[in-house]
């Protein structure tokens, strides 16, 4: 089993004001009562869990409205670059 830690946005905010952009990796968890950030895996990856069904881009839809939210930036500035059908997904956030 991964070891996993507690989650916070706030040092992925800071990279996105000072970089510009920043890529996510995300694992997402479907069909949950909220859309929220769980916890991050020992491999970096941050486990999200998603208020919407995977069938017809509703999770990856709502996915990016959350890190919009999240990110405080439009949602056309959240783009899903791999993963559109996984569970595993590269994200990149811009400003």
């Known amino acids: 089993m991964p070891l996993e830690t ?3 946005w706030a040092l992925y905010r800071e990279k996105l004001q000072f970089q ?5 990796d995300i694992k997402v968890v479907t069909t949950r ?8 895996m ?3 990856v941050i486990k999200v869990a998603v208020a ?4 017809k881009s509703k999770a990856n839809d709502e996915l990016c409205r959350y890190l919009a939210d999240i990110f405080q930036v439009p949602e056309s500035h959240v783009r899903l670059l791999t ?3 996984a569970t595993r997904k590269k994200i990149k956030v811009t400003l």
């Not at 510009?20 to 996510?24: E, R």
């Not at 919407?52 to 069938?55: I, L, M, Q």
């Open 6 to 8: 507690s989650f916070s």
């Open 20 to 24: 510009g952009s920043v890529v996510l």
């Open 33 to 40: 009562p909220k859309t929220e950030a769980l916890t991050v």
């Open 42 to 44: 020992a491999d970096g």
């Open 52 to 55: 919407a069904v995977p069938e």
């Open 83 to 85: 993963g559109s059908k």
